[in-house]
C-alpha cells in the first residue's frame, strides 16, 4: 500500500503559475503509476496528467496540453505537477492517485488516493 499527500495549492491570478506536490510513503514508489485528477464544485472527478513508474511516459487532457508538466523523483518518493498559465476554469481540489505498473486516465484504474489541495484563480 502507499500514501499519499497533495500539496502547493493556494490561490492565484490568472496566468500565474503553481506547483504541486504528491508526496508518497508506504511500499516503494517506483512501482507506483500516478496521475492527476481534479474536481471542480458540481462537476466530476476529471482526468488530468499521469506519469508511469519511471517517469518515461506521461499523458495530459487535452484542457492543459501545453501548460501544465508532471514528472516524478523517486527517490524523493514524490511527483509533481507544474502549471503554468493558469486560467479561473483550472480551479479545482487537485488529487493525486497511484496504481500498481501501467497508468491509467479514469478515476477507476486507481487504488489510493490523496485529500486533495484547493487551486483557486481569480480572473
Known amino acids: 500500500q502507499v500514501q499519499l499527500v497533495e500539496s502547493g495549492g493556494g490561490l492565484v491570478q490568472a496566468g500565474d503559475s503553481l506547483r504541486l506536490s504528491c508526496a508518497a510513503s508506504?511500499?516503494?514508489?517506483?512501482?507506483?503509476?500516478v496521475g492527476w485528477f481534479r474536481q471542480a464544485p458540481g462537476k466530476e472527478r476529471e482526468f488530468v496528467a499521469a506519469?508511469?513508474?519511471?517517469?518515461?511516459?506521461?499523458d495530459y487532457a487535452d484542457s492543459v496540453k501545453g501548460r501544465f508538466t508532471i514528472s516524478r523523483n523517486n527517490a524523493k518518493n514524490t511527483v509533481y505537477l507544474q502549471m503554468n498559465s493558469l486560467k479561473p476554469g483550472d480551479t479545482a481540489v487537485y488529487y493525486c492517485a497511484a496504481k500498481n505498473l501501467r497508468y491509467g486516465l479514469t478515476t477507476l484504474d486507481y487504488d489510493y488516493w490523496g485529500q486533495g489541495t484547493q487551486v483557486t484563480v481569480s480572473s
Open positions: 508506504g511500499d516503494p514508489f517506483s512501482i507506483y503509476a
Open positions: 506519469i508511469s513508474v519511471d517517469g518515461s511516459r506521461t
